[in-house]
C-alpha cells in the first residue's frame, strides 16, 4: 500500500490544519493508522493513532484535546484535525499503515510509511 500524506503547510500559534492520508494500491480500512512527527534533531515520535474501525483513538500528550484524529473508510482516508496549534508542533507529519487492525503509538506496529508533510507554526 502506498500512503500520501497531504494537507500541511505555514500556520500561525493559534491556528488549525487537517491532514490527510491516502491510501493507494490497496485498502486500509483494516488496519490501524498512526501520525507520528519529527522535528529537526530529534527522534520520530508518535502523535495520534485509530484502530481500523475509528473505535479506539490514541493520542500523545503533548496533543491530547488538541489534534482529532478521523478515517473515512469510504474515501481510504485518515485525517488530523489540528488545533490550537503551538510552535512546538512544527515537524514533518507521516502516516503510517499499522500491520494490524489495532491502534498503536509504536512505531515497530508500523509497516508503510508515507512521505511526510511539512507543518511549520510561526509564533
Known amino acids: 500500500v502506498q500512503l500520501q500524506a497531504s494537507g500541511g503547510g505555514l500556520v500561525q500559534a493559534g491556528g488549525s490544519l487537517r491532514l490527510s492520508c491516502a491510501a493507494s494500491?490497496?485498502?486500509?480500512?483494516?488496519?490501524?493508522v498512526g501520525w507520528f512527527r519529527q522535528a529537526p534533531g530529534k527522534e520520530r515520535e508518535f502523535v495520534a493513532g485509530?484502530?481500523?474501525?475509528?473505535?479506539?483513538?490514541l493520542y500523545s500528550d503533548s496533543v491530547k484535546g488538541r489534534f482529532t484524529i478521523s478515517r473515512d473508510i469510504a474515501k481510504n482516508t485518515v485525517y488530523l484535525l489540528m488545533n490550537s496549534l503551538r510552535p512546538e508542533d512544527t515537524a514533518v507529519y507521516y502516516c503510517?499503515?499499522?500491520?494490524?487492525?489495532?491502534?498503536?503509538?509504536?512505531?515497530?506496529?508500523?509497516?508503510?510509511w508515507g512521505q511526510g508533510t511539512q507543518v511549520t507554526v510561526s509564533s
Open positions: 485509530i484502530s481500523w474501525n475509528g473505535g479506539i483513538k
Open positions: 494500491g490497496r485498502t486500509f480500512s483494516n488496519n490501524g
Open positions: 503510517a499503515s499499522a500491520r494490524s487492525s489495532v491502534a498503536s503509538s509504536s512505531r515497530s506496529s508500523y509497516g508503510y
